[in-house]
Structures are given as structure tokens and as C-alpha cells.
């Protein structure tokens, strides 16, 4: 237990320093690749089966982080608190933030009641939406806590905006877990964790398009790029958690079709 609380605890501080240092476009889709490495692991040390999907799904994750890394955004748009008190105050991010509180209130007030057991981009759509406070409020964290031990006129202002990012935060990840897991009792947790990443990915990427403005330094060969290397990385997730049950292997390919009149 302490092994693995341990594990996850030191797991969460290095995103936390990740986002951070690198931007947020590089590190939202990298996060993909605990599921691969998960997989390969659970193979050796809890001898689970992984079939010839599962290793190209892994061979697939670990080839699309590679593009990703090469065609991500060199440097930071964002680096000190009074860019990001700019950024969140810019009229385009908070039309951004009203369109996503608005659907917000839609999906958990009426349409998740009426349709979350039996539609499962319900409860997925509410969990991604949230994680467009989830992820610029952990980057902007990193960002005013810079500020805050300073002696200087900014601290107090430092202190009270990380305040207000971490009870964003907080809410946030509470109201994610209530839904996630309202998803796993209705719905396969393969195909949930396979979609969810998809669409989380999406929606975080756009909402920190919005606010830090990372794609503006992104030329056209780099952002196909990026695309490309987020497609192959979702394609091996989805090969990899929904294809897991499935009795598959390359000795398969070699047996003779066997027809019957």
C-alpha cells in the first residue's frame, strides 16, 4: 500500500512540475503513455495477457510521442504571473469559459439525469469539459507560486490568484471523480478510459490553445505533425484498452482456413 501511494503520489508532483516547465500541448497527450507502459508491466510482473493488438497498440503510443515531441512548441508563451492574469482576463478565454459553464450546467442538470446510464459520451463529455479548468489551473499554479515567497508587491496578489486556481482545482477534480465513476458502473472501463482520453485530450488542448496561446509559434508542418502524432498515440490507446479481451495472437495467422461445404 505504502508502495503504491508512494508511486502515485510522486507521479502526480512530476505532472504537476511538468506542466509547469514544458507546454501544456506536449504534455496533455505524453500523458498517454502510462497506459502502454502499464500494459507491458502488468504482462511481466502480473503475467496478464497482452495479444498482438495490445503490443501494436503500445508500438503505436510510444511512435506518436515521439512525433509529438519532435513537432511540439519549442518555448513557453506564458512565463511569469502578470501574462497569465492577462490571459485569463482576455475576452476570447472568458467567452471560452462561459460556453463551457453553460454546457456544464446542460449536461449535469438535465441531460446527464435523463441520458447518462444510457449514452456514454454523457458522462465523458462533463469529466473532459472539467478538464478545461483542470489543466491551465495546474499550469497556472506553477506560474504564481513563483511569485508568491517574493518580497514584492506582486506576492499578494500571486497568493491570491493560486487561491482561486486551486479551489477552480479542487471542484473541478471532486465533480470529475463523482462522474467517473457514475461511467464505470454503467459502462466498460476499457472503452470509457479509450474514448475519455480522446476526448479529455481535445478539449484540454483546446482550452490551453485559448488561454496561453501556444499554437502561435506552431508553423503548418509542425502542427500536422502534432495532429498526426496525437492520432497514432490515440489509435494505440484505443487498440490497447479496447482490444484487450480479445483471444488474438501471431501463431493465429498462421492457421489454415478450415472450409466446410
Not at 505504502?2 to 507546454?23: D, E, H, K, R, W
Not at 490571459?87 to 441520458?115: D, E, Q, S
Request: hydrophobic share 50%.
Amino acid at each position: 500500500w505504502f508502495v503504491f501511494f508512494f508511486s502515485v503520489a510522486l507521479g502526480q508532483i512530476g505532472n504537476f512540475l511538468a506542466y509547469t516547465a514544458v507546454p501544456t500541448v506536449l504534455v496533455t497527450p505524453l500523458g498517454a503513455l502510462g497506459v502502454p507502459f502499464g500494459s507491458i508491466l502488468a504482462s511481466y510482473l502480473l503475467k496478464e495477457k497482452l495479444n498482438i493488438l495490445g503490443k501494436l497498440g503500445c508500438l503505436l503510443s510510444c511512435a506518436g510521442s515521439v512525433v509529438l515531441i519532435i513537432h511540439s512548441p519549442k518555448s513557453e508563451s506564458v512565463t511569469t504571473q502578470a501574462e497569465l492574469e492577462e490571459k485569463l482576463t482576455n475576452p476570447v478565454f472568458v467567452g471560452y469559459l462561459c460556453i463551457v459553464l453553460l454546457m456544464l450546467l446542460l449536461l449535469i442538470f438535465w441531460i446527464a439525469p435523463a441520458h447518462g446510464p444510457t449514452n456514454i459520451m454523457v458522462y465523458i463529455s462533463i469529466c473532459s469539459l472539467l478538464g478545461s479548468f483542470t489543466v491551465p489551473s495546474t499550469k497556472g499554479i506553477g506560474l504564481a507560486a513563483q511569485d508568491i515567497f517574493h518580497n514584492n508587491p506582486s506576492s499578494q496578489r500571486a497568493l491570491y490568484l493560486c487561491l482561486v486556481l486551486l479551489a477552480v482545482l479542487g471542484c473541478s477534480i471532486i465533480i470529475q471523480f463523482r462522474y467517473i465513476n457514475k461511467a464505470l458502473e454503467c459502462f466498460d472501463s476499457s472503452v470509457f478510459g479509450a474514448i475519455y482520453y480522446v476526448v479529455f485530450t481535445t478539449l484540454v488542448l483546446l482550452a490551453s490553445a485559448i488561454l496561453f496561446r501556444e499554437w502561435s509559434n506552431v508553423g503548418v508542418v509542425d502542427f500536422l505533425g502534432m495532429a498526426c502524432g496525437f492520432t497514432t498515440v490515440s489509435i494505440g490507446i484505443v487498440l490497447i484498452q479496447v482490444f484487450k479481451e480479445f483471444n488474438f495472437n501471431i501463431g493465429d495467422l498462421n492457421k489454415p482456413n478450415m472450409k466446410t461445404d
